[in-house]
């Protein structure tokens, strides 16, 4: 099992001192974060040379980013809001070379990972498909039968707004519809040999979606330790 994080912070040192830590995985948030393709690469290559696998996930509708990440390095790509058989193939064909995809031979991995990345990569790479919404969840056998697709990373909180529940987590956890589709998400992933994912908000959550059969597991983010334990040790002070 991997066990990963988000980073949001557009710095290389940050991707260095989560890898020094020993996170499985380091997520480089491009959708919702503030890096550039410059940036990203550079946090790339400072994970790499921890031992990290560093990820990136792209913005939405955009397969030619899927493509472009790996060429920068990515070992892995997390797809947003692919929400249907029809977008799942776009960035399944974009993630792969031929004959299983149409990605494109560029990029200087050659220098990082041999000169014979181009026959490795369509094994060594990782292609996860977010399924943050009930119309991905009601495709789920299709899109987790897809060649090229490795897996799916669960968006609860959008899955829930899709399904007309609480964006709260407290209370869309308890909702059986909620419930019923991530149990289904996990069931299609697994029967189709392939890696289901989600995140975590804390170690008891992390236990029961490991216990629920999650094999990447990501903890929060960057910014929430910042955030967390800045905050904590400044109430402390306070109270000296």
């Known amino acids: 099992m ?14 260095r001192y989560l890898g020094q830590m020993g996170w499985d995985w380091i997520i ?6 503030a890096m550039n393709w410059e940036t990203a690469y550079e946090c790339i290559h400072a994970a790499l040379a921890t031992g990290a696998r560093p990820l990136v996930r792209t913005s939405v509708g955009n397969p030619g980013e899927v493509e472009k990440a790996l060429d920068l390095g990515a070992g892995g790509i997390v797809v947003p809001m692919v929400n249907s058989l029809e977008a ?9 070379y031929p004959p299983l995809g149409d990605r494109s031979l ?6 990082h990972h041999g000169a014979d990345y181009f026959e490795r990569a369509n094994e060594g790479t990782l292609l996860l498909v977010q399924m943050e919404h009930i119309d991905a969840v009601n495709q789920a056998e ?79 983010s960057d910014l929430d330790l910042l955030f967390d334990r800045g ?8 109270e000296i």
């Not at 480089?28 to 974060?33: P, T």
């Not at 560029?106 to 220098?111: A, E, H, Q, R």
């Not at 490795?150 to 308890?174: K, M, N, T």
């Not at 905050?231 to 306070?238: A, I, M, P, R």
């Open 88 to 96: 799942a193939t776009a960035v399944a064909r974009a993630a792969k």
């Open 142 to 220: 299709e899109i987790m039968a897809l060649p090229g697709v490795d897996g799916c990373f669960v968006g609860p909180v959008d899955l829930a707004i899709s399904l007309g529940l609480s964006r709260h987590r407290g209370e869309y956890e308890q909702e059986p519809a909620q419930q019923a589709a991530l149990k289904k998400i996990v069931d299609t992933t697994l029967a189709a040999g392939k890696m289901p994912c989600c995140n975590t908000y804390s170690p008891d959550d992390f236990a029961a979606q490991k216990a629920a059969g999650f094999q990447g597991i990501t903890m929060k």
């Open 231 to 238: 905050t904590n040790l400044l109430s402390e002070l306070k």
């Open 28 to 33: 480089l948030d491009l959708q919702h974060g």
């Open 2 to 15: 991997a066990v990963g994080i988000w980073q949001s912070i557009p710095q290389p040192m940050i991707s």
């Open 106 to 111: 560029g990029g200087d991995n050659f220098l």
